[in-house]
């Protein structure tokens, strides 16, 4: 009989100041990262360590965080401030464990009309870097929207400020406000 343990009854104590080099990648990772690694360091730049996402078996061999240790080494960080470390799970278990940890988060779906306009709040503060998405993913979804404008700014005031015109517009959901010169 295979003991059917979850994660959150197992065995496990949570490690502070993990020197980085005291995790061992698992050798047989299947995921592919480098490109996520930029990503997830200018996060962890921006926001440090916010949830341990770093998970090692009894032997300190990575179950999951790969992607976020190789973001924190391309950072120069020496040590991983939070490290979850399991006992009791089968190779197999941690294999499963190991796949489903990266594929569970593909299966959830973006409610676009309520990302694409946090998406482009964020880009008018220059926060958009943090998010995982580029300028070109951004896009793509504004290619798909029906509604130019889902902000819903309202026209505009207009200032003369000389041989530059100056708008100011109001975002009706959350009061943000921004302008724009035609010299922009």
């Not at 980085?20 to 480098?34: C, G, M, T, V, W």
């Not at 309520?114 to 008018?124: G, M, R, V, Y």
């Not at 003369?160 to 010299?183: I, L, M, S, W």
């Amino acid at each position: 009989m295979i003991n059917r343990r979850i994660l959150g009854q197992l065995d496990k104590k949570e490690l502070k100041s993990v020197p980085i080099h005291e995790l061992i990648p698992y050798d047989k990772n299947p995921r592919k990262n480098a490109d996520a690694v930029d990503k997830v360091a200018s996060s962890l730049k921006e926001f440090g360590l916010v949830k341990n996402s770093v998970i090692c078996d009894e032997n300190m061999v990575l179950i999951a965080g790969h992607t976020t240790v190789k973001a924190m080494q391309k950072l120069g960080w020496d040590k991983v401030p939070e490290v979850t470390q399991v006992s009791g799970l089968t190779d197999n278990q941690k294999k499963a464990y190991r796949i489903a940890d990266n594929k569970l988060g593909e299966i959830a779906e973006w409610d676009l009309e309520l990302l694409i306009p946090q998406l482009q709040e964020l880009k008018l503060d220059d926060m958009l870097e943090f998010t995982g998405f580029d300028d070109a993913e951004f896009n793509k979804f504004l290619e798909g929207v029906a509604d130019p404008d889902p902000l819903n700014l309202d026209d505009g005031d207009k200032t003369d400020k000389g041989d530059n015109q100056r708008v100011t517009y109001h975002c009706p959901k959350c009061g943000f406000e921004f302008g724009v010169t035609d010299a922009d």
